[in-house]
Nanobody, 117 residues
Framework: QVQLVESGGGSVQVGGSLRLSCAAS????????IGWYRQTPGSERELVAHITQLGSIDYGDFVKGRFTISRGDAKDSVVLQMDYLQVEDTGRYLC???????????WGQGVQVTVSS
């Protein structure tokens, strides 16, 4: 069973930065996609950023160059650097991993990000 360990998050003021990390373990097959989604008040869960096994990266439209996702030092880990945070970025950020071989999605518990003006 894939386990996702998330860290980071917290509270910052508008324009501040936060760094989220996620490490996956326990998969018997390669993790094909790993990244972050978020759940903001009044909105559906949406993609923040993810990276595929081949290194392809996608960002949510709202990111607009403010966030950067990269591979962490450990295998199957990612780091999301979030800069120029805005109040509307407040929400719960969840790590996500997809194992194509099993057609399985895995979700972390999430970390809270709060941006205040």
């Amino acid at each position: 069973q894939v386990q996702l360990v998330e860290s980071g998050g917290g509270s910052v003021q508008v324009g501040g930065s936060l760094r989220l990390s996620c490490a996956a373990s326990g998969s018997d097959f390669e993790i094909n996609v790993i990244g972050w989604y978020r759940q903001t008040p009044g909105s559906e869960r949406e993609l923040v950023a993810h990276i595929t096994q081949l290194g392809s990266i996608d960002y949510g439209d709202f990111v607009k160059g403010r966030f950067t996702i990269s591979r962490g030092d450990a295998k199957d880990s990612v780091v999301l650097q979030m800069d120029y945070l805005q109040v509307e970025d407040t929400g719960r950020y969840l790590c996500y991993a997809y194992v194509a071989r099993r057609r399985d999605e895995h979700w972390g518990q999430g970390v809270q990000v709060t941006v205040s003006s």
